[in-house]
């Protein structure tokens, strides 16, 4: 399974399976089609390196990077990921479903 079909899957499933929670798990769109559609992204506040989705738990958010069993993160990612647990809050690498339900506390 590619990241974008772990990703696709675990979102279909969320949307599904928790009605109430509908829009708490979003996308964040950090991939420009191409080089001047990344120039206008990164003026708009797209930073390189962000977690592929967002879940606003009742607790505070959680960033949710997908990745294959393989899959490795890159130096951005890595630096993003420092960011956001030197600021408290949680970031969850996600290779296979049950590790998206264990972070959302599912």
């Known amino acids: 399974m590619t990241e ?3 990703q696709a899957h675990c979102f279909t ?5 928790c009605p109430r929670e509908r829009g708490l798990l979003y996308m964040n769109h950090n991939n420009p089609r191409d080089a001047r559609h990344g120039a ?3 003026v708009m506040g797209m930073v390189s ?5 967002t879940y606003l738990s009742k607790s505070g ?3 949710l990077e997908f990745k294959t069993p393989t899959g490795r993160q890159t130096d951005r990612q890595k630096w993003w990921q420092a960011q956001v ?3 408290g809050y949680r970031y ?3 290779r296979k479903f049950e590790d998206f339900t264990k972070s959302l506390g599912i």
């Open 4 to 6: 974008q079909q772990l």
């Open 40 to 42: 206008q992204l990164k």
């Open 85 to 87: 647990e030197a600021a």
């Open 61 to 63: 958010p959680v960033f």
């Open 49 to 53: 390196g962000v977690a592929d989705m």
């Open 92 to 94: 969850c690498i996600i």
């Open 13 to 17: 499933w969320h949307w599904n399976n």
